[in-house]
């Protein structure tokens, strides 16, 4: 790991004592911390320890064996950190040598302080830059989607990345000398140009159109481009990101093409199936779409508007087609819905504007299905992973969930609460001697007692076993001890099986500032074995 500085921190390589404390003592009272090395092999060695300062300042004659350049050549091939020479030496020789190395400049021994201040914070800013330009450049080339930044003038590509140059066949240097129209033989210019000004004027952030690219080997692909504006150094660029949809663009038109062969036949369809215009005039509808909507066996459709109909309105949908045929963008949602009868659904809303002729959009098609049942089923399958099946307590995932957001109330608003653990004595001998059956019997009756009991803020849960905890909400630790007494107490009157009577050990124990899950239940589960060793059937706390 690399040591972490608050201020700006620079390593000085420098063999001259004199020259080291002269240059340590100005640059620390410029607010710098300053360490000072004497020759080339020790701050080599630093470096490959991981301590990384944030500049290195460094005289190119030193002692040892290897010099400040060649020193700058080791620490280039292993961290990319800032590198000033400090030396006295301008001779072309040595301005030759430090033209090799990945440098940020060079000061004059004798150069006034104020030069040097300069120099290292110009150098720790450009290698801020340099870090950023690069971070930004890798996340470019590496993307999935296609990336094309192109001048918003000319259309020609100024930079493409590596999944455009792959999809597309062709070679950087090929793309630098093409436009997006040598790619998008379908696209029209005087659109793009509408588009690029619009933007260029702040009509909007972005702009997203379906278009077609060509490989170099002449084969089309479907692409949805989302275009934008930004400008960089006074020059305005267009980037361009493209998602390939051929295989989502083949699966929607097949299915366009069998709605439209549907749409005749579909009055006996499970689903409810409409048409509106631009205006929300409902202009077909099948009959679940009426049912849905609560006008079972009404034929009309004139009285019917999907932008004013109050159930609609209510649930959201209305807003859905607006942003649909604005937009001329397809969406599926899922909206809770109450009928004009009063009937509760959930329906999944598919929303397609529909386009005329001209490309202009003139409606939508709607189709609506009732997944209330599934939605039902999501709602038990859930309940079902957080339930314990034999005792139908909750289990221990859901109760340790439960635990954290108590202890973040705890914390956060200075709340208390307490756990309860019990375990049933001598559980094995109950299975052991009557069979499982009658441990099952003997945990389910537990389980009812402690139900009947707790308040409905209270948590109780299957913990392992014949082991249940209970979480208490706003209780303290002596209200907690007294439920686990009468809870105890309870349990002793209980008769499972033969008149057998079920005694349980409890332990007890109250939220500390600084608990986590872990220890406030291993805190209770000791107070727990402490009554089972105490002799059983007890609470400790």
């Not at 202009?360 to 049942?373: L, S």
């Not at 307590?393 to 309860?420: C, D, H, M, P, V």
């Not at 209270?458 to 913990?463: H, I, P, V």
Request: charged share 30%; with cysteine.
């Amino acid at each position: 790991m690399s040591e972490k500085w608050g201020k700006n921190r620079i390593l000085l390589v420098e063999d001259s004592r004199f020259t080291a404390a002269m240059v340590t003592d100005f640059l620390v009272k410029n607010g710098f911390e300053v360490e000072v090395v004497p020759t080339g092999e020790e701050v080599v060695q630093r470096i490959r320890e991981n301590i990384i300062p944030d500049l290195i300042l460094m005289d190119i004659e030193l002692a040892g064996e290897i010099d400040g350049i060649e020193a700058a050549d080791i620490i280039s091939k292993h961290q990319d950190i800032p590198i000033v020479f400090l030396t006295a030496n301008t001779s072309k020789e040595i301005i030759e040598k430090i033209k090799k190395v990945k440098a940020y400049g060079f000061v004059l021994k004798d150069t006034h302080p104020v030069a040097l201040l300069s120099t290292i914070d110009m150098a720790i800013r450009l290698h801020e830059a340099n870090v950023c330009a690069t971070l930004f450049e890798h996340l470019f080339e590496i993307s999935a989607n296609e990336l094309y930044l192109l001048n918003p003038s000319s259309f020609r590509f100024e930079v493409v990345n590596r999944a455009a140059r792959t999809n597309l066949g062709y070679s950087y240097q090929e793309l630098k000398a093409m436009t997006i129209f040598d790619i998008n033989p379908g696209l029209d210019i005087e659109f793009l140009r509408e588009t690029i000004n619009g933007l260029m004027h702040g009509k909007q952030e972005r702009a997203v159109f379906n278009t077609i690219h060509r490989r170099k080997d002449g084969s089309l692909y479907y692409v949805e481009a989302y275009l934008q504006l930004f400008e960089y150094r006074k020059c305005q660029y267009c980037m361009v990101f493209a998602v390939d949809v051929t295989e989502r663009k083949k699966v929607e038109d097949e299915l366009d093409e069998s709605r439209k062969q549907y749409l005749e036949l579909a009055q006996e369809a499970p689903i409810g199936i409409l048409k509106c215009d631009v205006e929300g005039n409902v202009v077909y509808i099948n009959k679940k779409a009426l049912e849905i909507f609560g006008y079972p066996g009404v034929e009309s459709t004139g009285n019917i508007n999907f932008l004013t109909f109050p159930m609609l309105v209510e649930s959201g949908l209305s807003q859905k087609l607006k942003e649909c045929m604005k937009s001329n963008l397809s969406q599926t949602v899922e909206k809770f819905y109450k009928s004009k009868s009063g009937k509760k659904i959930w329906l999944r809303t598919h929303i397609k504007p529909l386009l005329n002729k001209d490309g202009v959009v003139n409606g939508a098609q709607i189709i609506m299905d009732d997944i209330t049942e599934k939605k039902e089923l999501e709602r038990r399958l859930y309940e079902m992973s957080i339930t314990d099946p034999l005792t139908n307590t909750y289990n221990f995932r859901y109760f340790t969930q439960k635990l954290e957001e108590e202890i973040w109330r705890a914390q956060r608003y200075g709340e208390r609460f307490s756990l309860i653990v019990f375990d049933i004595d001598r559980f094995k001998n109950y299975n052991d001697s009557f069979g499982h059956q009658v441990g099952d019997l003997i945990l389910k009756a537990t389980v009812d007692m402690v139900k009947g009991r707790i308040r409905r803020t209270d948590t109780l849960a299957r913990w392992g076993g014949e082991e249940f905890i209970i979480l208490l909400p706003n209780t303290g630790l002596k209200e907690a001890a007294k439920l686990a007494e009468e809870l105890r107490q309870k349990l002793i009157q209980l008769k499972v099986w033969n008149n057998e009577s079920v005694t349980a050990s409890f332990g007890v124990a109250e939220y500390q500032e600084g608990d986590t899950p872990e220890s406030i239940v291993k805190r209770a589960d000791a107070m727990m074995y402490r009554a089972k060793n105490d002799g059983r059937n007890r609470v400790r706390y």
